[in-house]
């Protein structure tokens, strides 16, 4: 079956510095990944996906991601992180026996001013 | 409204009384997921509509638990005889169809059972 693994539950960060949250998955074929952001009270929203071609997937609010097929990995990055990112962000893989998502645990992130 | 729309927003249960959440999709999306997200957890898939058609419930926990969409937009989640490990949110989400089209997920109904 298919899983997820964020390896981080917290990262802390200083604004403007940079960020990096981490992905792994297991899918015996070409993926479907998707990044997600969750903020208190709110509903999850789509920060980027990822389905064939380039590696590197542009996403809104200046995030980006990069497949690794070799490292299974599909991890997250900001060059720039501003205090308004901090909320929770999950990573998740399209099932391959239907529409479903499966996601990982997730990864809390603070911003420090 | 332009989202996904749930409720109620909070929900307290003694343990053993019945449930019903609703989850109001964006209009014209024909395909509905409900998800189950624990404290701590990542959603977890519990069911799928095609419009009124349910194609996937592997996710439902127990026979307590059941779905409908009768009309294909609306759907309600109703758990029969709650227990206190079904305290979570339950999150819904819609899209236009098609395969991994973006889901847009409603905030989510929270559900603590006593």
């Known amino acids: 079956a298919q899983s997820v693994t964020q390896p981080d539950i917290h990262i802390t960060v200083s604004e403007g510095a940079s960020l990096e949250l981490r992905c792994n998955y297991s899918?015996?074929?070409?993926?479907?990944l998707f990044w997600y952001v969750q903020s208190p009270g709110q509903g999850l929203q789509l920060l980027l996906k990822?389905?064939?071609?380039?590696?590197l997937v542009q996403g809104i609010k200046g995030f980006e991601a990069e497949f690794k097929r070799s490292q299974s990995s599909f991890n997250l990055r900001k060059p720039s992180v501003h205090w308004s990112d901090a909320a929770e962000y999950f990573c998740?893989?399209?099932?391959?026996?239907?529409?479903?998502?499966?996601f990982g645990a997730g990864t809390i992130l603070r911003v420090k001013s | 409204g332009a989202g996904v729309s749930q409720s109620p927003r909070y929900k307290v249960a003694k343990r053993g009384q019945d449930v019903a959440l609703r989850c109001d999709p964006i209009?014209?999306?024909?395909?509905l997921f409900w998800y189950q997200q624990a404290l701590g957890q990542g959603p977890e898939f519990l069911t799928y509509?095609?419009?009124?058609?349910?194609?996937?419930k592997s996710g439902l926990p127990s026979d307590r638990f059941f779905a409908e969409r009768p009309e294909g937009s609306v759907s309600t989640l109703k758990i029969q005889r709650t227990q206190k490990e079904d305290s979570a949110v339950y999150l819904c989400?819609?899209?236009?169809?098609?395969?991994?089209?973006?889901?847009?997920f409603g905030p989510g109904t929270r559900l603590t059972v006593l």
């Open positions: 998740a893989v399209g099932a391959f026996d239907g529409n479903k998502l499966v």
């Open positions: 899918y015996g074929a070409t993926p479907y």
């Open positions: 990822y389905f064939s071609g380039d590696t």
């Open positions: 209009s014209g999306h024909v395909s």
């Open positions: 509509f095609q419009n009124e058609a349910q194609l996937d």
């Open positions: 989400a819609s899209n236009r169809g098609g395969l991994y089209n973006e889901q847009f």
